[in-house]
């Protein structure tokens, strides 16, 4: 039922029977997410000029899976001893599905600092513990994609035809740090092409190794973070990047 993401380049894998589960119980469901996936691109122009807060492709995701039927939710665990209650805790997800099965719970993490896969794989882990979560479910930037990112970022600004910091208005970026400027600046200098220069600072700054992305998944997962609940990790490959 994966296939049209194989086809597409996505970085996929499944943990403890999450395949078997997803394909006997939830086939509808699992069907929703490839085709929203599948049909899911991010505009080069949007990643280049995306600034503080959520992406504006996100965004769209977002509401695509929303309308799908994967909302937003917040569960609440409560231990009651005697009738007190004795602990409380919420975790708030991304997006949910309940079906007849059970319940999916899917979290998207486009460009966050790394600890938060620990955040969600944990989530997941204790959610399942209490039967509330029967598949959980991480999309974040594939390794293609994530490798992808400087020489295609380069090449638009090159199609393009900036040559200055000027030139990036054009994408929405209207302020930049004073330390952003001056690496651009003294590579500029140093011989460097304006959209090589800007390139190497902004994807070293924005999409580095301490964002989330793929491999960091991938290496928690391979220590054992969020046994043992059934996961579903999915990486975005560069074909998604759109001109």
């Known amino acids: 039922m994966l ?4 086809d597409l380049g996505f970085d996929i894998l499944a ?3 999450a395949m078997a589960i997803l394909t006997q119980d939830f086939p509808q469901e699992l069907g929703r997410i490839t085709e929203a996936l599948a049909g899911f691109r991010i505009p ?4 280049i ?3 503080g807060g959520e992406a504006r492709f996100t965004q769209r995701l977002r509401r695509t899976l929303t309308e799908a039927g994967w909302p937003k939710h917040v569960f609440h665990v409560q231990t009651i001893v005697d009738g007190i209650e004795r602990e409380g805790i919420s ?3 991304d997006h949910v599905c309940t079906a007849g099965a059970g319940t999916l719970a899917l979290e998207i993490e486009w460009n966050n600092k790394d600890p938060f896969f620990d955040r969600d794989l944990e989530n997941f882990q204790r959610l ?3 039967s509330a979560v029967s598949v959980g479910l991480v999309v ?10 400087a020489q295609r970022i380069e090449a638009r600004l090159r199609a393009d035809g900036v040559t200055d910091e000027a030139g990036l208005a054009r994408y929405g970026i209207d302020e930049r740090t004073g330390a952003q400027r001056r690496a651009v600046a003294r590579m500029t200098a140093a011989g460097a092409a304006f959209p090589e220069a800007f390139t190497r600072t902004f994807v070293a700054s924005k999409f580095g190794q301490a964002t989330t992305h793929w491999a960091k998944l991938l290496a928690r997962v391979e220590r054992g973070v969020g046994n043992p ?4 990790l999915l990486g975005l490959p560069a074909t998604l990047l759109t001109d």
Request: hydrophobic residues 35%.
């Open 229 to 232: 609940c059934p996961l579903l």
């Open 15 to 17: 943990r403890n029977h």
């Open 91 to 93: 975790h708030e997800i």
């Open 49 to 51: 000029g995306g600034g």
């Open 140 to 149: 974040t930037r594939g390794s293609t994609m994530q490798a992808a990112f």
């Open 128 to 130: 399942h513990a209490q």
């Open 3 to 6: 296939q049209p993401l194989r």
């Open 44 to 47: 080069l122009a949007e990643v």
